[in-house]
């Protein structure tokens, strides 16, 4: 079993940037794929980036250039590093580890994005 928790959400005024964490319980060196998703108030969950365990990178179209997503297995930390906000990205963002043929998801953050 291995718990994912994400932090590092809050308010942030439009154009600004923060950087979300999620540190696993566990390894997550092995991991096939990890990513961030985000479900805004009477939306679906929807996919904002994911890595793979090859280091191939997928970006929603609307997170292209803005969003960064790393991680560092050694710190068993996924970061999602994001620029130029804007406030239809508020949300609260989940991460998501596909390890050891287990799907595992955080608890989620809450990110606002608002003057």
């Known amino acids: 079993q291995v718990q994912l928790v994400e932090s590092g959400g809050g308010l942030v005024q439009p154009g600004g940037s923060l950087t979300l964490s999620c540190v696993g319980s566990g390894s997550i060196s092995g991991a096939y794929a990890m990513g961030w998703f985000r479900q805004a108030p009477e939306k679906q969950r929807e996919l904002v980036t994911m890595?793979?365990?090859?280091?191939?990178?997928q970006y929603a179209d609307s997170v292209k250039g803005r969003f960064t997503i790393s991680r560092d297995n050694a710190k068993n930390t996924m970061y999602l590093q994001m620029n130029s906000l804007k406030p239809e990205d508020t949300a609260v963002y989940y991460c998501?580890?596909?390890?050891?043929?287990?799907?595992?998801w955080g608890q989620g953050t809450q990110v606002t994005v608002s003057s």
């Open positions: 890595v793979t365990s090859g280091g191939t990178t």
């Open positions: 998501r580890g596909i390890i050891n043929g287990y799907d595992y």
